[in-house]
């Protein structure tokens, strides 16, 4: 459906090059002097890139109507990753390429939000924290608990991360998957 590009707002989903974006931000500008136009910052959301783009204040944009959906993650068989949709049962096969950096964070059971157009999976959205269990890292100095300080770690997943010193392996851990950093032990 095309709409006015005076309609558009951050979060929209939009066609671009008959590639799906999303808009981040956007700015309507009446300049002075001739006619005004709107200038957005647009996330693709197959790669993650982020664009600026400039439209004239008459053009029509194409709105792209993204569904999500909760996926379990299952397995890994060579570059593909295989998810259960959670609404119908059945199996959803993911390219490595579509999840990008989401794949380090990825364990079993995992539910996680797909995004698809036109029943093609674009990426998917992790949930911002997930407990983790310690598999690998050095042990601690005693001592070396009252200064701040880090070592890195393995997690399940296969991850490595920078943890406090007095993480041992066995502990579970709080991970913010958006930065890949260690929040707090879970209990």
Do not use: C, W
Not at 42 to 50: A, D, E, P, Q, W
Not at 131 to 155: L, Q, W
């Amino acid at each position: 459906m095309a709409i006015s590009i005076n309609q558009v707002k951050s979060g929209l989903t939009i066609l671009v090059d008959n590639d799906v974006y999303q808009i981040i931000d956007f700015q309507h500008v009446k300049p002075g002097k001739g006619a005004a136009f709107v200038r957005v910052r647009i996330r693709n959301l197959k790669t993650s890139n982020v664009l600026e783009k400039t439209f004239r204040g008459d053009e029509k944009i194409e709105e792209a109507f993204v569904e999500q959906r909760k996926i379990q993650y299952l397995y890994k068989s060579g570059e593909m990753y295989h998810f259960m949709d959670q609404d119908n049962f059945e199996e959803v096969v993911i390219q490595r390429e579509h999840l990008a950096d989401n794949v380090k964070f990825l364990k079993d059971n995992l539910d996680v939000i797909a995004y698809s157009y036109q029943n093609e999976i674009l990426n998917i959205s992790l949930p911002n924290t997930v407990e983790y269990k310690v598999v690998h890292t050095e042990p601690g100095i005693k001592g070396d608990t009252a200064k701040s300080g880090s070592k890195p770690a393995k997690i399940e997943s296969g991850a490595i991360i920078q943890v406090p010193l007095f993480i041992e392996v066995g502990d579970k851990i709080k991970v913010d998957t958006r930065s890949g950093t260690y929040l707090e032990r879970a209990y």
